[in-house]
């Protein structure tokens, strides 16, 4: 079983940088892909980006392609969101799931979620 927990959300002015965490506890969090979702009030719960294991792949929602930036350390059990050039309408819950099978792009393709970190992006 994986435990993850997120971090470095925050309220930050339109144009501004964040950088979120998500830290794992568990040996195999390595061996799987990570993906970072967000959700809104009152709005479905969408991808954000996603990484492989092994760091060489990396995908990412067109809304933030270009701004957010996906890392890992595996030897630190960490997977970062560097957060630039933020919009209001990036406000939102900013939660790490560990993907389990399917399209990295679909929520019900994760098996285990963070809590979540909030992002307020003020205009």
């Known amino acids: 079983q994986v435990q993850l927990v997120e971090s470095g959300g925050g309220l930050v002015q339109a144009g501004g940088s964040l950088r979120l965490s998500c830290a794992a506890s568990?040996?195999?969090?390595?061996?799987?892909?990570v993906g970072w979702f967000r959700q809104a009030p009152g709005k479905e719960r969408e991808f954000v980006a996603a990484i492989s294991s092994n760091v060489l792949s990396t995908y990412y929602a067109d809304s933030v392609k270009g701004r957010f930036t996906i890392s890992r350390d595996n030897a630190k059990n960490t997977v970062d969101l560097q957060m630039n050039s933020l919009k209001p309408e990036d406000t939102a819950v900013y939660l790490c799931?560990?993907?389990?099978?399917?399209?990295?792009?679909?929520?019900?393709?994760?098996?285990?979620w963070g809590q979540g970190t909030q992002v307020t992006v003020s205009s």
């Open positions: 568990g040996r195999t969090f390595s061996t799987y892909p």
């Open positions: 799931a560990v993907h389990y099978s399917g399209s990295y792009y679909y929520q019900s393709s994760y098996e285990y």
